[in-house]
């Protein structure tokens, strides 16, 4: 199992402070560094949200060796073409270390607030469907032109990477696992019980091969929050301040958790948990830490996850 980092900078976080949480992702030996793309918060007061493809663009410029990812941008927030050049612009100001997380978009009240169409459930997979036809055929890099319902691209649009990984992330039982299995180099679904993701994994290794695709090219993600602690006591204060902040009994907090697959506890408990994963192939997980001002309390959790996963 290994891990990766990401964070919200929607939910607070400047520039300065993204860029501190990916050198900590560097200087750690992370997989990667990914934040989310969205621009709008429900917290009051709400933060000054960041440009997540802006922002990560500069990553690549101030980072040397870690990957850098978009999970996920939103088809409603861009034109697959410029999520195209965008993409193939900070590959290449990172050397080939960028990963493309594209997604339906699904906060309708941010579109709301900035004026943009958020069209049905439906619609919204029918663009992404297309949107990742049409990426695929622009980093064919020879020409290849695609003409769908809603998007169009015309032959001899390179220079665009053709070696750019893809990410399709989503928690669907089938569309977004078949998308995934078709389409994709990442199959990344937020934090659940494994029993829960196993056959949605089923489902995108099986339209994998029914694309002529080894399953085993898709690797497959989690990203979510973590609850836990270095040892028994740690992770009980931090039961503990967590409850209270939510206003909320500490055995209530710790059964809602543990129900959504929140990893939790300390020592053999979170290997247990990572073990589940690694068994229904979960190669990579995605702690997503919201207070990047917070690295003390980071290098607290990695310290506690890197322990419970050192002997799987």
Known sequence: MRFSLMTEPQLGGTYDDILAAARWAERNGLVSFARSDHYYSGREPKPDAT??????AGLARDTET???????????????????????????????RFDLGIGTGWMEAEHEAFGLPFPDWSKRFERLTEALAYLDAAFEGDGASFRGDHYTLEADVAPIPSGLRKIVGGTGPRLTPTLAGTYADEYNHIVAPAFEVGPKIDVMRQAAEGSGRDPKDVAVTMMGRTLVGRDEN?????????????????SDLEDRLQGAGVPLGWGDRLTAHFADLAAIGVDTFYIQWIPTDDLAGLDETYEALLTAVSGL
């Not at 440009?51 to 990560?56: R, Y």
């Open 66 to 96: 870690i990957r850098l990812a978009v999970l996920v941008t939103p088809i409603t927030f861009r034109h697959p073409a410029v999520i195209a050049k965008t993409a193939a612009t900070i590959d290449q100001m990172s050397g080939g």
């Open 234 to 250: 740690e992770y009980n204060e931090r039961l503990a301040r967590t409850a209270a902040k939510r206003e909320t009994p500490e």
């Open 51 to 56: 440009d997540a493809l802006a922002t990560l």
